[in-house]
Every structure is written in C-alpha cells, then in structure tokens.
C-alpha cells in the first residue's frame, strides 16, 4: 500500500528553527509537496520538491531525498503565525496525490 | 487573486436527506476535486475531474456522486446522508494536466449529519 507518515504533532518555541519530517512509500514518485493549513482554513502550498536537495523559499526550505523516501519543512526564525498544520503530499506514478495526515505545530512565545 | 468558493462553510442535515455541496473556481482551472478531510487522517479523494462533464472516482467515492456541467463549477452531492459522512469537505483546483500537485483550496464545508 502506500503510505505517508509524519509526526502527529510538534512544539517550537518562538525565534527558533523547526524540522518537520516526512517519510514516504508510494507506488511511483512525481513529486512531494508540503501545504500549510491553519485551523479552520484552508490548505495553501508550500513548496515542492521533485530532486533531491534542498529548495530555499524565505524563512521555508524543503528537502527532498529520492532514494531513503524522505523530505523534510525546515522553517526558521519561528513566528506565532507559523502555528499551523503542515501536510506532506506526494504525486504517485498515476499523478494522484498521496496525503499524510499532517503534522500540527504549536509555537510557544 | 485566485479563489475556490464553497457554498456552505457548516451545514447541518438529517440521515437520509440529499446534500449538495457547491465548489465555483475563477482561475479557468482544467481541474477540480473533492476530499474529505478528517482528524487523524490524511485528505481522501472523492472524486474529480479534468474536464467539463468528465469524472472520475478517487479513493472513497462510495455515497458520493459528482457533477460538472461548467468548466468552472465542480458539485458534490450526498444522495442519502449518513452520520459516517459527516466531516470537512475541501474542493480543490489546479491548473492541468502535469500540474496536479499544486492545488488552490476552497475554505472548506463542514457537514454534520445527525
């Protein structure tokens, strides 16, 4: 079957750097994306990977690693507006995305 | 700006009754789609579509029936609610084809089925 698993849920304090892991088993890879939502609304997009290494996007980088199934959201210098759910998806070789359930990150001031 | 609409942010209905869910996109996106989104769970895919008229089940598309009729408008109706379907409901839209893994959001509907 395929299967995306991130942690459930993570704590980070404010200024601080937060990893957000997210390892992946999938028939087929086309791509891994990263959204954030934040409560009561909807998801928007994050990043998206589709080489290995490292995608740098302001305070957001996103790492992608093809060959162990992984990728991570690196976010920097946190803020309270940061606290969110952050779903890690991939697009499986039918082009469908595959969703993890999503990580639910709390910044503490 | 980009925008999905959805008709109804919260809806309560009774077992049994007939529920639509209404999804409008501006963006003159080829491709719509409806999930259901639960605590604990990833978003499943219900349906979607890549061209007016054109559907396709997803992963969960069991109680569920779609509509496209217009380019822009992607429907979702429950033609005999049950308390299993209650959850969050996203409709979602990309551009085309090979751009299916960036999607634009509507808020979301929540339905509770008593």
């Known amino acids: 079957g395929q299967n995306i698993d991130q942690p459930t849920e993570m704590t980070a304090t404010e200024g601080a750097i937060v990893q957000i892991n997210c390892t992946y088993q999938t028939s087929g890879f086309n791509g891994l994306f990263w959204y954030q939502q934040h409560a009561g609304e909807a998801p928007t997009f994050l990043s998206y990977n589709v080489l290995d290494g490292l995608e740098e996007k302001g305070r957001f980088s996103s790492f992608l690693s093809r060959s162990k199934g992984y990728s991570y959201l690196l976010l920097k210098e946190l803020q309270m507006k940061d606290s969110a759910s952050y779903l890690c998806a991939v697009l499986d070789s039918n082009y469908q995305l595959i969703w993890g359930a999503g990580t639910k990150l709390i910044i503490k001031p | 700006d980009v925008k999905v609409t959805q008709s109804s942010r919260y809806l309560v209905k009774r077992t049994g009754e007939k529920v639509f869910l209404e999804c409008v996109q501006d963006?003159?996106?080829?491709?719509m789609f409806w999930y259901r989104q639960d605590p604990g769970l990833g978003l499943r895919l219900i349906y979607f579509s890549y061209d007016v008229k054109m559907k396709e089940k997803g992963d969960i598309p069991e109680g569920y029936s779609v509509s496209r009729e217009k380019k822009e408008r992607f429907s979702l109706i429950l033609e005999s609610a049950s308390t299993n379907q209650t959850s969050m409901y996203l409709c979602a839209s990309s551009r085309g084809q090979g751009d299916t893994g960036e999607l634009f959001f509507g808020e979301g509907s929540r339905l509770t089925v008593l």
């Open positions: 963006m003159d996106h080829e491709n």
